[in-house]
């Protein structure tokens, strides 16, 4: 079994810059693939960032360069950086983690966090 324990939202001007971090333990099979997924209420969830333990990254369209997800594998933490925050980036992030890349990709692996909100507003 995988816990996914995420930090670093909150609430940020446009044109900032947050951190989100999260870390994973238990089963290493499903930290194989890490990464965060975003959902704005009434909207489904859309990927944000995903990386394996071999470093390859996917990222989503809108990401377009602003955001780098990065992966400490001692640790089993993942972080993403986000720059040059828009309001259109306010939404609840979340971990997700899964034994393959594909099924992270493609909705989100086996395990979620508990969400960590990010606002951007002025």
């Known amino acids: 079994q995988v816990q996914l324990d995420e930090s670093g939202g909150g609430l940020v001007q446009p044109g900032g810059s947050l951190t989100l971090s999260c870390t994973g333990s238990?089963?290493?099979?499903?930290?194989?693939?890490m990464g965060w997924y975003r959902q704005v209420p009434g909207q489904q969830r859309e990927l944000v960032a995903a990386?394996?333990?071999?470093?390859?990254?996917n990222y989503g369209d809108f990401v377009k360069g602003r955001f780098t997800i990065s992966r400490e594998k001692d640790k089993n933490a993942v972080h993403l950086q986000m720059n040059n925050l828009k309001p259109e980036d306010t939404a609840v992030y979340y971990c997700?983690?899964?034994?393959?890349?594909?099924?992270?990709?493609?909705?989100?692996?086996?395990?979620w966090g508990q969400g960590t909100p990010v606002t951007v507003s002025s």
């Open positions: 997700t983690s899964a034994a393959t890349r594909t099924a992270l990709v493609n909705g989100g692996g086996e395990t």
């Open positions: 990386i394996k333990i071999s470093g390859y990254t």
């Open positions: 238990g089963n290493v099979h499903g930290l194989f693939a």
